[in-house]
T-cell receptor, first 115, second 115 residues
Framework: DQQVKQNSPSLSVQEGRISILNCDYT??????FLWYKKYPAEGPTFLIS???IKDKNEDGRFTVFLNKSAKHLSLHIVPSQPGDSAVYFC????WGGGSNYKLTFGKGTLLTVNP | EPEVTQTPSHQVTQMGQEVILRCVPI?????FYWYRQILGQKVEFLVS????????KSEIFDDQFSVERPDGSNFTLKIRSTKLEDSAMYFC?????????????FGDGTRLSIL
């Protein structure tokens, strides 16, 4: 069941440059999308989210873009820092009446930011 | 900042034995969740819990699984007769209900190893 796909298992960027992580989804019912960051031996940490009524949401160095027609979202990190090195998960949810807001996750992308 | 806490961090159990994983959600959160991640695979939804009852469960969450909120702070996942394939990281998450579009916050997980 590949409702949320992160096709790049890994990404390597230089410190100070932009990191772009991509995510595709197939379920058109999804209307709330989140990015989580995960360090080894820790749980996923919420980074940023976007609802389907928007196409962009920004929080400091992190920006999420949503293209509903393409069923695609991306996370931009600018500038990238070595401490950003982690696994990044894309997750999606249905945010409707009666929904339990369960999250469907992608497989994750390992980001390595080199000093 | 309030956190979701999970105990133990690592549980080793013989196949066929019962195991209870414990979670303390964030205190003003009303939605609770269990997810699991088998090594090398996606984070998968198991069950959601709201208003003292299961609100949704996945196909994985069969009769061997149960959840309980025994008091005002703990949220537990019990596996009655563990199987080798239950070996995974189990994550607890919780979420506020208001304002709308609240993300789920995760604990650091319990690594369950079935021998």
């Amino acid at each position: 069941d590949q409702q949320v796909k992160q096709n790049s298992p890994s990404l390597s960027v230089q410190e100070g440059r932009i990191s772009i992580l991509n995510c595709d989804y197939t379920n058109s019912m999804f209307d709330y999308f989140l990015w989580y960051k995960k360090y080894p031996a820790e749980g996923p940490t919420f980074l940023i989210s976007i609802s389907s009524i928007k196409d962009k949401n920004e929080d400091g160095r992190f920006t999420v873009f949503l293209n509903k027609s393409a069923k695609h979202l991306s996370l931009h990190i600018v500038p990238s820092q070595p401490g950003d090195s982690a696994v990044y998960f894309c997750a999606a949810s249905v945010w409707g009446g009666g929904s339990n807001y369960k999250l469907t996750f992608g497989k994750g992308t390992l980001l390595t930011v080199n000093p | 900042e309030p956190e979701v806490t999970q105990t133990p961090s690592h549980q080793v159990t013989q196949m066929g034995q019962e195991v209870i994983l414990r979670c303390v959600p964030i205190s003003n959160h009303l939605y609770f969740y269990w997810y699991r991640q088998i090594l090398g695979q996606k984070v998968e939804f198991l069950v959601s819990f709201y208003n003292n009852e299961i609100s949704e469960k996945s196909e994985i969450f069969d009769d061997q699984f149960s959840v309980e909120r025994p008091d005002g702070s703990n949220f537990t996942l019990k596996i009655r007769s563990t199987k080798l394939e239950d070996s995974a990281m189990y994550f607890c998450a919780s979420r506020r209900t208001q304002p709308s579009n609240q993300p789920q916050h995760f604990g650091d997980g319990t690594r369950l190893s079935i021998l």
